[in-house]
């Protein structure tokens, strides 16, 4: 295939990614740690409230101490449990420190009806799957929790690699999730600026995801958009390139929007609901001036003809 004939090839498949663009959908939309507006972070109730919304959703997990691979954002476990348990997750019990601790009546919680929420199990989570929404699972720790989800997996029947996946910003984890259970995406997270060689930090390049990607052999990318970064010329060549490209967290319509228009296949949000409702009415509304447009467009065209 010489020169012109590949630069032809190239030319139309991004033609076709264009045409293809993703729009906010419940499909596109990823709820972040659930449904987090509405309900505590990573936990159950979060995470059934995007479902019944007909969403997918993000959940984050931790390998506790004995074996138990649970769900939980932050490095220990101070902040959503109102203080009362400070452990880092990688030094936490399920049996000693998790099974009982509540995480849902800290900060906007306190006294609400979630109150007594534990931390979720990773095979509660899988119970939520279901065909045409995906739960994407990112793993906080190292490779060393791979088996354990893998074990999970293995004992569940309704979560399967049309409805779940991983992301990770760990390189060897991705590399171990990849290796152990190949038949699932993994994508690899990364921030919309990156440290360099020297030390500085820079706006991310897709010749760097593209060798990150390679070099782990996994399916795409999750950017963070950094509406400065994320060029569509860059979501372009990481796609070019035969890879996928997701983006996180955004939470305004209208940034939304142009992370689709830049290329982005799905965009994870704290209020998926909600930027589908004002899509929903943006649409209506530009419906409706577009019919009333065309309306005064042939009143005005009868006016001449008489």
């Not at 060689?197 to 991310?204: N, S």
């Not at 999750?222 to 060549?237: N, S, W």
């Not at 996928?244 to 967290?249: A, I, S």
């Not at 943006?282 to 019919?291: E, Q, R, T």
Request: charged share 30%.
């Amino acid at each position: 295939m010489n020169v012109k004939t590949c630069a032809a090839v190239a030319a139309a498949v991004l033609a076709g990614a264009a045409a293809a663009a993703a729009k906010p959908s419940y499909k596109t939309l990823i709820s972040h740690r659930g449904e987090s507006v509405d309900a505590p972070e990573n936990t159950l109730p979060a995470f059934k409230t995007a479902v019944e919304r007909g969403f997918g959703f993000e959940c984050d997990v931790y390998l506790s101490t004995d074996g138990r691979v649970f769900t939980f954002h932050d490095g220990n476990l101070n902040r959503t449990s109102g203080g009362k348990n400070k452990k880092p997750c990688r030094e936490a019990s399920w049996e000693e420190d998790l099974k009982d601790l509540d995480v849902g009546g800290w900060g906007p919680w306190k006294g609400s009806k979630f109150e007594g929420t534990r931390p979720a199990l990773l095979e509660e989570v899988l119970e939520l799957a279901r065909d045409g929404r995906y739960i994407y699972v990112e793993v906080k720790v190292g490779p060393e929790i791979v088996p354990y989800i893998k074990r999970v997996f293995a004992k569940q029947s309704k979560a399967t690699p049309a409805n779940a996946l991983f992301i990770t910003f760990n390189n060897d984890t991705c590399r171990e999730l990849k290796k152990q259970m190949p038949e699932y995406k993994v994508y690899w997270l990364t921030g919309s600026r990156v440290k360099t060689p020297d030390g500085d930090v820079a706006p991310v390049t897709a010749r760097y995801i593209i060798d990150n990607l390679k070099d782990m052999g996994v399916d795409g990318v999750d950017c963070h958009y950094g509406d400065d970064c994320v060029t569509k010329e860059l979501v372009d060549e990481v796609k070019a390139a035969g890879y996928e490209f997701h983006v996180w967290t955004v939470d305004s319509l209208p940034r939304t929007l142009e992370a689709f228009k830049r290329g982005a296949q799905t965009v994870t949000t704290n209020c998926a609901r909600k930027q589908l409702r004002e899509y929903k009415a943006l649409k209506k509304a530009k419906g409706a001036a577009g019919k009333k447009k065309a309306g005064a467009k042939k009143a005005r065209a009868g006016k001449e003809a008489d």
